[in-house]
């Protein structure tokens, strides 16, 4: 099991990100794009995603993974219950969502260092 702790001491270490809160929700952003996002009680985070994987994520592990709220559907962003991923998957999860937002010299280095690390989604 994940929390918005163990999200935010890795997400931190990432560069250019940095911790913002919302309407009382925690955000995590590269400048101004949002890349992670929490459920007021922290106990579902939402991420950015390809839109055209999405439905493929949610249907693989439905247990885990949800649709964004309609309005939200829009964007690049998925759904993910905490509760039912470990740390190593959160990171992965993280990890990919950062470096959609950030240009890819910047994230480069990260992926062949996290290549060993992540549990496989990693690749976006």
Do not use: C
């Not at 890795?10 to 400048?31: D, M, N």
């Not at 962003?77 to 240009?103: S, T």
């Amino acid at each position: 099991m994940s929390t918005l702790q163990a999200v935010r001491d890795y997400a931190l270490t990432l560069p250019r990100s940095y911790e913002a809160e919302v309407r009382g929700r925690v955000r995590f952003r590269v400048g101004r794009i949002v890349y992670l996002g929490f459920s007021r009680d922290a106990s579902i985070m939402g991420f950015a995603f390809p839109k055209e994987w999405r439905q493929a994520l949610i249907d693989s592990e439905p247990h885990k993974f949800l649709m964004p709220s309609l309005s939200d559907q829009r964007w690049n962003w998925v759904l993910v219950r905490l509760a039912e991923i470990d740390d190593a998957e959160m990171r992965d999860l993280v990890l990919d969502a950062w470096a959609m937002v950030v240009p890819k010299r910047v994230a480069a280095p990260y992926r062949v260092n996290a290549g060993a690390a992540t549990t496989g989604r990693s690749g976006i």
